[in-house]
C-alpha cells in the first residue's frame, strides 16, 4: 500500500486466539509458526499490522480515524516495523505462556 507517496507493507496474522486443543504441542506449534511469520514479516520490511478479528486490533476504530483523517495526519494502521514485531512478540509469548501453565497444571 501507498500512503502520502510512502510504500508501506502489511502482514496478515490470522492466528489471534488459540482455537484449538490445549495441549502443550499446539502452543508448540503455535509458538513456532508466530515466529516463522515474524522472521518474514521482518524481512518483507511488514509496518502495517492487520487482522482478522477486527474486535482484536481496534479495526473498526482505525477505520473511523482513516475516514476522518486529514492530510499529513500518521495512517491509523501503519504501526511500524517495530510495532509489528513486538505485536508477533506478544503472540508467540501468550502461547508459551499458556504452555507453561498447562505444564505447571500436569498437562499434556
Not at 37 to 52: C, E, M, Y
Not at 62 to 74: C, E
Request: a positive charge; charged letters at 25%.
Amino acid at each position: 500500500m501507498r500512503d502520502d507517496g510512502v510504500r508501506h507493507v502489511a502482514e496478515l496474522w490470522g492466528g489471534n486466539s488459540f482455537n484449538f486443543r490445549p495441549v502443550e504441542a499446539n502452543y508448540t506449534t503455535y509458538a513456532d509458526s508466530v515466529a516463522k511469520f515474524a522472521s518474514v514479516a521482518k524481512a518483507k520490511g511488514a509496518d502495517v499490522q492487520l487482522g482478522n478479528h477486527p474486535n482484536f486490533d481496534d479495526s473498526l476504530e482505525k477505520i473511523a480515524k482513516l475516514t476522518a483523517r486529514t492530510s499529513g495526519q500518521r495512517h491509523p494502521f501503519v504501526v511500524g516495523a517495530d510495532g509489528v514485531q513486538r505485536i508477533l512478540t506478544v503472540q508467540r509469548e501468550c502461547a508459551l505462556a499458556a504452555r507453561a501453565k498447562l505444564r505447571a497444571e500436569g498437562g499434556k
